[in-house]
């Protein structure tokens, strides 16, 4: 029985599903790539304003899901709860808005949110994502949506529905949240109490609450959508093009809204049937207003983020997987303590060609040793006995023909490279 217990909410990921993880990094780090998007890391705690600004104040992140701390030094330090505000952050710290632009940036790595722990979120999660900053072509929106959906069919997620709309922008809302606060007024009281407050603030949440958004009232609300200025409605019109001339297909749902402050224009969520309640395994969206309320220029930007746990969780609904087994190439046996210093020498050896050896570590007799050469696959056995610190030779053994030679201490690494390639 163990006395300490990991944090409600995090996990360990052992070696086995450490593989997958391992597989999925690669491919983002491979996909990515030929988009030509390069990597960004950030630090994983910044100061807090960055995430009340960044993320928005009004949203459930900053309200009630950051992990944030007075440090030693008396400053309020939030563990990052998203990538994007951190990577704007750097953007404008760093003035990379004076180099190549858009700047085309990916991340990943670990977030943190206080959450009610459940299948598919987590207090610890991981986060893949993008950010194009600089640049307001309806083609980049177009671009950063069809990387994703050619990300997650490479993974092998392939039953995904891309559900996308357009949020508009400041000047379209001002229309829209009159006519939407209008019409939610009269059912005010029979509204969640976030969304009574969030009436005056930011009533377009409301139609993204997972409380109220399925009210007939709140259902029959005026949308963002039918309330374009000019600008927003053919930025739309252009970017649902494109994806028709990638042929990426998607469904425009006028009530995705997303729960960040800084979305205008083009919203877009990747949604995954098989993996319970928690179905959205990718979601982005543009943010021109965002650089700009981070003290650097007024460019525009857009960019996604998908959850790696889910993205899993869609990986084994889909029977997709990439465990390897636990295996060696070459076991080293060693089986008296003179033999011990020939045989570090010999994993030393191989192990800097590049031959996957290993040991046994615990003084178990050759029979048990062998056991474990087996269990772990490995092509080639070398023994070392007394015989073999006397003569200066070592016993190699090809396992699956179960031939053994007699080799000159010198030419083992040679020999057995032959095996192995033979
Ligand atoms: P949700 O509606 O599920 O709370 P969200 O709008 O808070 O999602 P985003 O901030 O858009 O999520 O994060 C992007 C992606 O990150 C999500 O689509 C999901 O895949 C993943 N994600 C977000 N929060 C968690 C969490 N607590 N645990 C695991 N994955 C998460
Ligand atoms: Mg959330």
Redesign the pocket.
């Known amino acids: 029985m163990a006395d300490y217990f990991k944090p409600r909410g995090t996990a360990d990921i052992l070696p086995d599903a450490a593989l997958q993880w391992q597989y999925v990094e690669e491919m983002v780090q491979k996909v990515f790539a030929t988009y030509h998007y390069r990597e960004i890391r950030t630090p994983i705690f910044e100061h807090t304003e960055v995430f009340e600004r960044g993320v928005g104040d009004t949203t459930d992140i900053v309200q009630k899901e950051m992990y944030t701390f007075l440090d030693r030094g008396d400053r309020s330090i939030t563990l990052r709860p998203?990538g994007t505000a951190g990577v704007v952050r750097a953007f404008v710290e760093q003035k990379l808005y004076g180099g190549p632009l858009p700047a085309k940036l990916y991340y990943f790595g670990p977030m943190f949110?206080y959450?009610t722990p459940q299948a598919?979120?987590?207090r610890q999660?991981h986060?893949y994502g993008v950010e194009v900053i600089g640049s307001d072509d309806p083609r980049v929106d177009a671009e950063v949506i069809e990387l994703a959906d050619h990300f997650l069919r490479a993974v092998g997620v392939t039953s995904t529905t891309l559900e996308l709309n357009s949020v508009g922008c400041p000047v379209c809302r001002v229309a829209h949240k009159d006519a939407l606060v209008a019409h939610l007024l009269p059912i005010k009281d029979e509204l969640c109490e976030d969304c009574q407050s969030r009436i005056v603030r930011n009533p377009l949440r409301i139609l993204d609450c997972k409380i109220d958004a399925h009210h007939p009232v709140v259902e029959s609300s005026p949308m963002i959508t039918d309330h374009l200025c000019d600008d927003c409605a053919a930025h739309f019109a252009a970017v649902r093009n494109y994806l028709d001339l990638l042929e990426v297909p998607y469904v425009v749902n006028k009530k995705l809204v997303r729960?960040l402050d800084y979305y205008t224009k083009t919203a877009f969520e990747f949604v995954e049937g098989s993996i319970g309640a928690?179905s959205?395994?990718?979601?982005g969206g543009r943010y021109n207003g965002l650089v700009k309320s981070l003290g650097g220029p007024d460019v525009p930007g857009i960019g996604f983020?998908?959850?790696i746990?889910?993205l899993l969780l869609a990986l084994a609904a889909n029977g997709v997987s990439h465990e390897v087994p636990d295996e060696v190439e070459v076991y080293v046996m060693a089986l008296s303590n003179e033999a011990h210093a020939m045989s570090v020498n010999i994993l030393r050896d191989l192990r800097v060609v590049g031959v996957v050896a290993d040991a046994d570590y615990t003084g178990r007799g050759l029979k048990a040793q062998m056991k474990t050469a087996d269990r772990l696959n490995a092509k080639v056995a070398v023994l070392i006995g007394e015989d073999e610190v006397k003569s200066g030779q070592l016993a190699v053994r090809d396992l699956s023909t179960r031939e053994q030679i007699l080799v000159a201490q010198g030419d083992t690494v040679a020999k057995i490279l032959n095996i192995l390639q033979s």
């Open positions: 998203e949110r959450e598919g979120r987590t999660f986060q729960g928690q959205t395994i990718l979601a983020a998908g959850g746990e889910r």
